[in-house]
């Protein structure tokens, strides 16, 4: 009995020390009820919007973005006083804000034109979308997010990416 319990002793060490270090990554890493980190559930989702594989091959981008720089600088020329980014940016908070909400099955894309003081701008607006397609708001700075429109509730924009962006 005393050669198992010598025999397995550096098993129970190797053991007992992995537990040690999995409890301490995990007490260390955050969770959903950490300030710094945030839970989005992922809903059952079986409308239209979540039946799509959205996946776009990396070829096809550079092509597409390619063929939309073409048109864009001939649109620019037409149009000069609206100015049309060639791609946008949106921080991961602002995502999260969007998808957190247990509503949410997905980002709808909005164009809009917003005034500037030497020429208008292309924009692209982002709200949640319910399963119904219903946009979903949310508030500014509360974890809450809420359906409908007004009242301090809106979406994430001034995505614009231009240099120092990257490819």
């Keep these: 009995m005393a050669t198992i319990l010598k025999s397995s002793t550096p098993l129970m060490a190797c053991l007992t020390a992995g537990l040690a270090l999995t409890l301490l990554f995990n007490s260390c890493s955050g969770g959903p009820d950490k300030e710094d980190g945030v839970w989005i559930p992922v809903p059952k989702d079986t409308s239209a919007l979540g039946r799509i594989n959205h996946f776009i091959p990396k070829e096809d981008i550079d092509s597409w ?3 939309y720089v073409v048109e864009r600088e001939i649109i620019q020329k037409n149009v000069p006083d609206l100015y049309i980014p060639i791609s946008e940016a949106f921080n991961k908070e602002g995502l999260i804000n ?8 997905g980002i709808k894309i909005y164009y809009g034109i917003k005034k500037g003081d030497k020429q208008q701008e292309l924009r692209m607006i982002l709200v949640g979308v ?5 946009d979903l708001y949310y508030t500014e700075g509360s974890k809450a997010a809420a359906q409908g429109g007004g009242g301090g509730r809106g979406g994430s924009e001034y995505g614009q990416c231009i240099p120092p962006c990257g490819d």
Excluded: F
């Design 65 to 67: 973005t390619k063929s």
């Design 98 to 105: 969007i998808l957190k909400d247990p509503k949410s099955v």
């Design 130 to 134: 319910d399963e119904q397609g219903k």
